[in-house]
């Protein structure tokens, strides 16, 4: 069974680089037709997809964040990660890592990490 | 303000049925599968349906999904206590660049 793990810096600064990452097991993160995600819930809000990753080289991003959001796969360690560039106390969410399935009618995550806190604040 | 909009909150007895709506356009909820999602509090979002109506291996038979037009439903029947949690409708919109977009959930009270 498919598990995940998040784990990165509590706090970051803002305008610094918020970097987390998420381990998998239980399944090999080079598997075909996986889709990783990033997805973050501010205390008290919604859920937001940040982006995704797929065949661990192409991209998707929210377009509220694109341009502040990069992910990306590492094969050898079996993770993925997210990097989040000048942040701001708007970014303060639970972060959570999740596997995708994706094709070209259905979108759904059906694996979640438990979710890590990150505070931005100075 | 998101494109999917589900009602803040409902409530219920134990015992009793619940539906939570999930309302979108023709964009999305109209021409896409949806899926379901439970938050137990302090827990991460778990699938309760995928694909309108399907439920993942474990999710018991009285949570139900259900889509007309351009709004879906989400049913659940017998409730217990342990059913109070927060709920997210999710699905996608060929209108817009996210892959995946949420409702803004509903807070179930089991009364």
């Known amino acids: 069974q498919l598990q995940l793990q998040e784990s990165g810096p509590g706090l970051a600064k803002p305008s610094e680089t918020l970097s987390l990452t998420c381990s998998v097991s239980g399944g090999s993160i080079s598997t075909t037709n996986f889709y990783w995600a990033w997805i973050r819930q501010p205390p008290g809000k919604g859920l937001e997809w940040i982006g995704s990753?797929?065949?661990?080289?192409?991209?998707y991003y929210s377009p509220s964040l694109q341009s502040r959001v990069t992910i990306s796969v590492d094969t050898s360690t079996n993770q993925f990660s997210l990097k989040v560039t000048s942040v701001t106390a708007a970014d303060t969410a639970v972060y959570y890592c999740?596997?995708?399935?994706?094709?070209?009618?259905?979108?759904?995550?059906?694996?979640w990490g438990p979710g890590t806190l990150v505070t931005v604040s100075s | 303000q998101s494109v999917l909009t589900q009602p803040p909150s409902v409530s219920a007895a134990p015992g009793q049925k619940v539906t939570i709506s999930c309302s979108g356009s023709s964009s999305n909820i109209g021409t896409k599968y949806v899926s379901w999602y439970q938050q137990l509090p302090g827990t991460a979002p778990k699938l309760l349906i995928y694909d309108n109506y399907k439920r993942p291996s474990g999710i018991p038979d009285r949570f139900s999904g259900s889509k007309s037009g351009t709004s879906a439903t989400l049913a659940i029947t017998g409730l217990q206590t342990g059913d109070e949690a927060d709920y997210y409708c999710?699905?996608?919109?060929?209108?817009?660049?996210?892959?995946?977009?949420f409702g803004g959930g509903t807070k179930l009270t089991v009364l």
């Open positions: 999710g699905t996608w919109d060929s209108s817009l660049r996210a892959l995946v977009i």
């Open positions: 999740a596997k995708a399935s994706i094709t070209g009618t259905t979108r759904y995550f059906d694996s």
């Open positions: 990753i797929y065949d661990t080289e192409t991209t």
